[in-house]
Every structure is written in C-alpha cells, then in structure tokens.
C-alpha cells in the first residue's frame, strides 16, 4: 500500500464476540484518510460486524465482547473516556436500506443539528442546504424541502441518510451496503457521490457487489471464515491489484466467482 | 442530472487520447526512419531506435490501463469495444513502430555503403503506408467508417509497389553480386513498409468495429 498517505483509522488485533462465538478474529489494517476502503466477502463473513465496530454500534447489540484496539486519529476509541456521542457524530453511518424518518426532507437532515442543541435557524438552514448538495440532492428537492422524506424516490432517500449524516460534519462514514436496495442507475449516482465525497471524507464500505468495490473504491480488504466461522482478514491492498492480481489464491477464488 | 458514469467516460477518452499519442508517435518513427534512409543520416536513424523505449512503454501502460478499467468498471456494449479496440491496437502501432527501428537499423549499415539507386518507390510507400496509419487514426477519432473502409482500399497500392520494388532489385542483385548485400536490405525495407500498411489496415478494421460492431477484413 502507498505509505504516503495518511492512516485515518488503525485497527489491532480485533476480535469481537458474540456470546462465545468469535465473530471476527485478530483484524489488523490500517484505513487511509480521505479514501474509500471496501470490505468484500461472502455472508456470515464478519464484514458488517467490522464495520459496526468502527463508530462502536455492536455495543448496541446484546451480549457483544471486543478485544483490541480502534485508532481514529491515533486516540483508542475503545478507551473509557470517549464520548459516545460525539464519536457517532464523527464516524457517521449510512445502512442498507435508506430509512429516512417519517418527517419532511429538511427536518430529517435538520435532525443532528436539532438534537445537539442548535437553534440558530440560519445556520441550520445553510447547514441544510450545504448537506443537501454534497450528497448531489439538492437539485431534485430545493423546491420541495417540506414534503415528506418518504415521497422520494429509494435512490433519493438513500442521498437523503448521506446527507443527514454529512449534517453533523463528520470526518467518516461507514455504509453497510449502501445500494443493495438500489437500482442500477441508483447504484451508479451513489457510487458518483461516494468518489465526490472521498475529497473531505474517509469512508469504508461494506458491499456484497464485489463489481462495486471494484468500480468505487481504492482499498480492497477481503473477508473470509474460518473452520470455526470467525471472519478473518484474507487480503488488503489497492483495489486495482486485488483485482488484477490477487495474491492470495482464496481472494483469487471469490472475485473470479469460484469460491465463497 | 448528471451521468453517473463521467469519471469512467474521462478514463475512456484519456484512454483514446494516449491511443493517439502513441499513433502519431509511431507514424513519426517511420517517416523519420525513411528520411534517414533517403538522407543517408545515421544520427536520425539512431534517434528511431531510442525513442521507441517510449513507444515500447505507452504500448505497455495503454494495456494495464485497459486491463484495470475492464476489471474494474465492468464495460459493456459501447465502452467494452472501444476498449477492445484500444487493446489490439496498441500491438499494431507497437509492431509499426518496430518496422521503423528495423528500419532505422539498416539505415546505419547502409550509410557505410555506396548508393545502389536513387529512391523513388520506398519513399513512394512509406508516404501511402503513413497516409494509410493517419487515416486510420483519424477515423478513431471522428469515428468515420468510411474513411477507415476507403483507406483500407490503399493497402494494394502499397503491395503493388512492394512487388515492383523487389523486382527491380532482383535484376540488380542478377546484373552485379556486388549488389546483393544492398539489395536485399533494401528489399527488407520495402517489406517493413508493406508490413506497415497490413498494420494500418487492422487499425482500420478495428475503428470500423468499435463503431459498427461488425469486425471483418478490409482488405484480404
């Protein structure tokens, strides 16, 4: 990997459980700023659990043990003094299938601010508008910004949840499958968005649709189980070389279709 | 609304445009390397020889490149043929420029020799060969099947005049031994030159494919 650039996100030895079962076994690797990392692998694979552990969302989940550690920035975000809060508001989420609230399109991406306490109706409304046009939305809504969210389109729900999360100015955004639930076209905008948005933001996503992670980002890490079904880190490196020259015969066997 | 897909559409043309550098690149070579030949200019030749590391290396990363946009943004329809296009004709400008450096090669040989002949039937190809190669490209650029399929058409010319060149030779290589050693090389270079134009000719073919979808022989 290009050891210019800088590491944004350091993971060491991570290992989370579910209960007993090892979910995700002794993950190493380091995630580049301003970059799009993807994370492939089959089901069951662990890709969604690594990413959760990221902005800590697995503790929302029962009976949830993590061992190791997560830098962002070079601070431990499993150390006891972090604030939860602001550690979500810094490492945003986008998920699978756009959930807008059952609210208008300016108050679902209003809603951060809201809830941190500002009042300041400018500055909300600029923060709005801004959100609204780096997830490439504003154009197809600046006329309609008080009907519900859940009148648009999925694909437009979907730039909506990313423009929500860019509300509260985050430095990365995690997205679990962003556009499994999408059209092709949707897909394509979404990915459009993603390549725009790498300019100020890390981001890692997580995709079934290895085309994706071929076509969007610039890191590839490839997830696979064990004997024991605990997700392992098989191969991380340039997109470009995982997909021209994996060196692993495993990553070999699942981008080719053939394994996995 | 915005294509979703222009940054993969500014890959393809960078793409086209570097298929082109290369093209005039070649081409270049080419006519230098006759220049050299007519001028009996030996550091013109040598300067053939090293500039096609240049060519060598486009032809290399031209390939790469196509090999990470296939594997990396799926290409259908459209976009898959002018990749499959770009793929097979880096290896004919590569091969032109090659038949320049062979050439340029002889061309030094020579410079120590006596003349055998003015030059009137080489340079002759190598002007229709080029007129041929620049066709080609500029139909990739303009996408004009015609101008591809007509250009194609002047491939007999250049035949024809390689035969009449080897014929000629013949008969000095029959009058003098003395001539032999020069004959032939000169004969090589007529054939470089048809060769050239066969190059072309594919080039041709695949623009004619890249737009239409039909791949056949132009000129069999």
Redesign the interface.
């Known amino acids: 990997m290009n050891n210019k650039l800088k590491i944004k996100i350091s993971v060491r030895n991570l290992n989370i459980y579910y209960g007993k079962f090892l979910a995700i076994k002794n993950i190493t690797l380091d995630i580049p700023e301003r970059s799009i990392t993807a994370v492939i692998g089959p089901s069951g694979c662990g890709k969604s659990t690594f990413l959760r552990a990221l902005n800590r969302m697995n503790e929302l989940l029962p009976d949830v043990k993590t061992e190791g550690e997560v830098s962002i920035d070079g601070r431990n975000i499993y150390s006891p003094d972090v604030d939860l809060v602001k550690l979500r508001r810094n490492v945003g989420m986008v998920f699978q299938r756009p959930n807008p609230f059952p609210k208008s399109i300016f108050e679902n991406v209003a809603f951060g601010l809201r809830i941190q306490g500002i009042r300041d109706r400018e500055r909300i409304e600029e923060t709005v508008e801004l959100s609204l046009r780096r997830a ?1 939305l504003w154009d197809e809504v600046k006329d309609k910004l008080y009907k519900s969210a859940l009148e648009l389109s999925g694909g437009q729900q979907q730039r909506l949840c990313i423009a929500r999360a860019l509300a509260v100015q985050p430095q990365v955004i995690l997205m679990d499958e962003p556009a499994s639930a999408l059209d092709p ?1 949707a897909t ?2 979404i ?2 968005l993603m ?1 725009e948005l790498k300019e100020e933001y890390t981001i890692v996503i997580v995709t079934h649709n290895m ?1 994706q992670a ?2 969007v980002s610039d890191f590839t890490a490839f997830f696979l189980t064990d004997e024991d079904r605990a997700g392992m880190l098989i191969e991380y490196g340039n ?2 070389d995982i ?2 020259m994996p060196k692993d015969p495993r990553t070999e066997g699942y981008i080719t279709g053939r394994y996995g | 609304m ?1 294509n ?4 993969f559409d500014e890959e393809i043309r960078r793409l086209r445009t570097d298929l082109l550098r290369m093209g005039t690149l070649a081409r270049e070579a080419v006519d230098k390397s006759i220049k050299a030949l007519v001028n009996r200019d030996s550091s013109l030749a040598e300067e053939v020889i090293v500039g096609d590391d240049i060519i060598d290396k486009m032809d290399l990363d031209i390939e790469m490149k196509c ?2 946009l296939i ?4 290409p259908m329809a459209r976009d898959l043929r002018v990749i499959g296009t770009i793929l097979k004709t880096i290896t004919d400008l590569e091969r032109i420029a090659d038949h320049a450096v062979d050439i340029a090669k002889i061309v030094k040989i020579l410079a120590d020799q006596p003349p055998l002949k003015p030059f009137i039937d080489i340079p002759k190809m190598c002007e229709i060969s080029l007129s041929m190669l620049d066709d080609a490209l500029k139909a990739f650029v303009n996408e004009d099947t015609e101008l591809a399929r007509k250009m194609c058409e002047r491939d007999d010319l250049v035949d024809a005049l390689y035969d009449q060149v080897f014929r000629e030779l013949l008969t000095y290589m029959m009058e003098d031994p003395k001539a032999v050693v020069r004959a032939l090389y000169l004969i090589f270079i007529a054939r470089f030159l048809e060769r050239v134009a066969d190059h072309a000719t594919n080039v041709g073919e695949r623009v004619v494919y890249m737009i239409t979808g039909v791949l056949k022989e132009l000129n069999v």
């Open positions: 490439a076209i394509l905008r990915e459009d390549r085309q071929a076509r997109t470009s997909f021209t | 915005v979703p897909r222009h940054i090999m990470e594997a990396r943004q799926q």
